[in-house]
Structure formats: C-alpha cells, structure tokens
C-alpha cells in the first residue's frame, strides 16, 4: 500500500522529512538498557487494523455532493487516524487504527465547508477538522458512539494566503496553511509571524487559533491567540466572521470562543494575524545560574522587570547535564537560553543590558554557541522521539503553567510524580523540565520523560499521565498551557472550569452545533 513505511504504519505517522530520520547510535542504545533497562520493544504490526468503512452510500453520495474531493482509500483513511501523542504512536505500531475515519474529505474552500458541516448534520456523521495532525491530547479522536459515521475534513486545500495589510501589518491566511508555508509567504514580503512551536514543521494556522498554541518565542512575540486579530468561521448553523478592528468593546470578545475551540465549536477556516517585519538580527546567547531555583528567580526577573528577550528557557539541572551529555561536553548547574531578536541597534542594547542583569542574578555568560545549538536543534526533538520509540523507549511530555509564587512547588509535584508513577513499573525513569515560556504573573513547565516500555507501554503512560494531571490539579497549576484539551485533559479542564463553566459551553455548542456533530467527545466534558 503507497505510503506505508516498512513497519506498515502511515509515512504520516513518522515526524517530517524522511531524510531528516534519526538513528541512534549503538553507544546511545547500550546506554539506554544499561541507565534505563530499555529493551527491544515487540516488533510493529505488519500493517495496522482499519475498521471497515461505516458510511451508507446515501451519506457518502451526500458528501460527495458537497465537496469536491472525498477518499475513502486505506491509506487516506491511516494517514488521518490518530494525532502525534506517544499513545497514538505506539498504538498504530501495535496494528491499532479503530480510531480511523470512513472517509477524508478535502474541501476547497470556505463555501465547501459549510456544506459538507450541513452533510454531516443531515446524516449524523461525527465531523473531525484535520489541520497539521499534530494533536498530542487526542484532539483527532471522535466518538463513534450514536453517529452514522466519522469523517475527517482536511482543510490541506485551504492553503493560500489571502491579502497581506502591510499598512496594518495584518495577513489574512486560509486555516490549512502549514506554519513553513506561511513564514515562506510572508518574507517574500518582508514580515514574520513569529510563531515558532516545535511542531513547526507540520502544524497549520488554524490549528494553531483551534488549539490557543504557543511558541518558543512566544514570549517576545505573544502566544498564538494574543496574534489574532480575526477569524472566519462555519458551523451546522452558519458562517461567523469576527475582529473587523484591532479591539472592540462591542460586548464580549467572541474571537476568544474560537481560540481554543478544538473543532468543537466550528471549523475556522481564515485566520487574520498581526505579523512584524522580519528582524534583520538576531544573537540567542547561553547563560549558566547555579541550580533550576536560581535560573527560576532570574526569569522571573527578566518577565517583571525586563529585558525580556523574544526566546528565554531554563533547564533544571537534569535537562541541562542530559543535553550536555548527547553534544559530548559536559555542565554543571542550570542552562538558560536567551535569544534576542530586532534591528542591530536593538539586538546589542538588550544583549547588553540582558549582560548586566543576569550577572546581577547569578548568571554566568556562556556566549553565543549554547544559543546556537539549541536553534540548530530547535525542531530536532520529534525526529529523535521516533527513534527512541524504535529502540524500545517511552518517551513523552507533559506541560503546565503557574503563577511563580506556585512555580517551585508545581515543578516537585509533577517531576515526583511522574517519577514514583514510572519508577513502579521498572528501571527509574529520566524526568527533565523546563521553564518553556515566561509572563509577568508566572510561567509554564514543560516535562519531558525518558524510561523503558513496560510490556503494556500505552498503560504505562496513561497511569503517569494521570499521577502527573492530579499533581498538576493539587498545585492549583493548570492542566494545559498550550496542547489543549483534546480527550485525555477533560477530566482536570471539568474541574478547572467548574459546573457553570461546562454548561457555558454546551449551551454555545448547541447554539452552534445542534446535532453535536462537532469533534464529539473532544474539548467538552
Ligand atoms: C512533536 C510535537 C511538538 C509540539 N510542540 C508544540 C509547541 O511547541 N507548542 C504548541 O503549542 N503545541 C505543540 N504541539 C501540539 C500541536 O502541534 C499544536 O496543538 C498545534 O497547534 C496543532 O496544530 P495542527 O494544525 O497540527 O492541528 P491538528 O492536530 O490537526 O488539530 C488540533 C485540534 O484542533 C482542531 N482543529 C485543527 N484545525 C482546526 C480548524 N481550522 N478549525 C477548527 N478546529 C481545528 C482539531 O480537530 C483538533 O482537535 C506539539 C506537537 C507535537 C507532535
């Protein structure tokens, strides 16, 4: 079957550009089952299950009336059967893709979308919007339970820019728009966006809006919500086209109810961002502070009371010895890098004023080459998952944000927790973390960790997952600063947004959604 690697599952489930695939060298496999009893995991299904397709031929010559271009092929249907988390990724490799929608459907435009929404609603089929596919929160898993079927609308034909303000500097981008293709769009026109997630490569505009995505410069050039000026919007009941203004207080925002709405609301289908010149310099420096309590207060400085560069990271001191270790040189305390983006006047002002106040915080400058090698390796890290999972390792992340008063405390229940939940199961696992982006008020931690599959692997993450969500929800944290919600965040996101909250939500749902075919079992508890 065309598109199918080796091990049969989907080329789309592997990260990226094939000839970028990492192989690990056999000193790093021997390491692995010596530090992390890593064995050779159970060889992949020859080619996943896919159920068979569950569409009536009136639904599908329904859809077919809609839309211009509906697959019903195995290989359309693999390619769009799960996101990117680690449980979707060892479940295609275990031959699992009951997950798989009857049909893809690509429609065209805006016009097509709506009518394929009006399809769906008409014959009950379970509507999954498809961006990049990147979802690592089970956000592309709808329920089957009570639909006539589930399809899986890829918006990859909505691919074009569609008017650039220079005047306002704002572009106005259709959703399927993969993030390189837009940055490619505007520096032909002398701008950025700015937004730089490590799924870059593969994640869209509108997913970015659907799931409030940030990005590792997001703390120069804001989240990707604080980006959007106006969206466009279908649903069943029909089309919103929000933000004809910088601000308004025309009411509450509405914008905000899309930003985040996970294709539960509607489908986004054009996004208009603020976009910035393209910086002509930029310098990311590294700096060394004793251990992950002093690198915490610094940023905390730097987030207050400035200079706040477009890039600031620290790593604890597991994270920074881990990432030394694989570059082969060796560290001591935490690593924290800055990156500074602007014109050379402004690029040397704060590199200089950044030198004074770290040095006044404990910071040690380490010059430019740590600030090189993190952007050389900067989408580096789903490459190397793929991998590891290869080797036979479990390898995941989880992230969080507090305030900073919670920030410690949040950091050593999440990092025990994962710890004691996976060190049950075998050999103690690598726990690594952190601070990924900084604000005025707090910060947010992403964790990231490393340990050997147990014989149920899938298991053994969502036993970690949950002892992590738990230390999360009992440090008064947030479940999600950016993945979302998805499936596997609703039982912490009920809590979070209280009884009130949860019927906020369904009310605009039925508002816009009557038959509920919208992503159903996603975002809404
Ligand atoms: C290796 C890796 C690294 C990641 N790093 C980051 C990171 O640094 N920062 C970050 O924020 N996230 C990160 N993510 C998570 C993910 O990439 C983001 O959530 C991203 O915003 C999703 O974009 P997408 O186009 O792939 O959307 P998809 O994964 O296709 O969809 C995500 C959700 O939004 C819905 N959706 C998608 N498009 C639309 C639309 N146009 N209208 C309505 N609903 C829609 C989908 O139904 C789904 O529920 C990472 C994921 C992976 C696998």
Not at 138 to 147: E, K, N, V
Not at 401 to 424: E, I
Not at 431 to 448: E, W
Request: proline share 6%; aromatic share 4%; with cysteine.
């Amino acid at each position: 079957m065309d598109g199918l690697t080796a091990d049969g599952m989907s080329a789309a489930h592997r990260w990226g550009d094939p000839s970028r695939a990492v192989t690990l060298p056999d000193g790093v496999r021997t390491l692995l089952a010596s530090a992390l009893g890593v064995r050779e995991p159970h060889p992949p299904a020859s080619v996943a299950a896919l159920p068979p397709p569950g569409l009536s031929d009136r639904a599908l010559r329904a859809l077919e009336a809609a839309c211009s271009q509906v697959r019903t092929d195995d290989q359309a249907r693999l390619a769009h059967a799960a996101g990117m988390s680690t449980v979707d990724l060892l479940r295609l490799r275990a031959g699992d893709a009951a997950d798989a929608p009857d049909a893809v459907i690509a429609p065209a435009d805006h016009d097509e979308v709506t009518d394929v929404l009006a399809a769906c609603a008409a014959h009950r089929i379970a509507v999954v919007t498809f961006g990049g596919g990147t979802s690592v929160v089970g956000g592309l898993r709808a329920s089957r339970d009570g639909y006539a079927g589930v399809v899986a609308v890829d918006l990859a034909r909505l691919g074009r820019l569609r008017h650039l303000d220079p005047v306002s500097r704002t572009a106005t981008f259709e959703a399927g728009v993969r993030a390189p293709r837009a940055e490619e769009l505007l520096a032909e026109q002398g701008f950025t966006l700015g937004h730089f997630p490590q799924s870059f490569e593969r994640a869209t505009i509108g997913g970015f809006a659907a799931t409030r995505s940030s990005g590792q410069a997001s703390s120069g050039y804001g989240r990707f919500d604080q980006m959007v000026v106006g969206l466009r919007v279908a649903t069943p009941s029909g089309t919103l086209h929000l933000g004809r203004a910088p601000h308004t207080a025309a009411g509450p925002d509405l914008r905000q109810l899309f930003l985040g709405s996970e294709g539960a609301l509607g489908v986004i289908t054009e996004v208009t961002v603020q976009i910035r010149p393209t910086p002509p310099a930029r310098r990311y420096l590294g700096w060394r502070l004793a251990d992950f309590a002093a690198a915490t207060e610094a940023a905390r400085a730097l987030a207050q009371d400035g200079p706040l560069p477009a890039v600031l990271r620290c790593s604890d001191e597991l994270e920074t010895t881990v990432n030394a270790v694989s570059e082969g040189a060796s560290a001591d305390g935490c690593l924290m890098i800055t990156g500074i983006e602007g014109t050379e006047d402004e690029v040397a002002g704060v590199a200089s004023a950044l030198t004074e106040r770290l040095a006044g915080l404990g910071g040690q400058p380490l010059g430019e080459e740590p600030g090189q090698a993190w952007l050389r390796g900067r989408f580096a890290a789903p490459y190397l998952r793929d991998a590891l999972l290869d080797a036979g390792a479990l390898v995941e992340t989880v992230e969080t944000a507090a305030f900073w008063s919670a920030l410690p405390a949040t950091y050593a229940a999440v990092r025990d927790a994962l710890a004691t939940s996976l060190a049950g199961q075998g050999t103690p696992p690598l726990v690594l973390c952190h601070i990924s982006h900084v604000y005025s008020s707090g910060a947010s931690l992403y964790f990231t960790v490393v340990a050997a599959q147990a014989d149920d692997p899938v298991a053994q993450w969502q036993a970690a997952k949950a002892a992590a969500g738990d230390a999360i929800a009992a440090s008064g944290a947030t479940i999600t600063h950016h993945h979302g919600v998805g499936r596997d965040h609703i039982p912490w996101y009920r809590d979070e947004i209280g009884h009130e909250g949860v019927a906020v939500l369904r009310a605009v749902k039925r508002a816009l959604d009557p038959e509920g075919v919208l992503n159903p079992g996603v975002l809404l508890p």
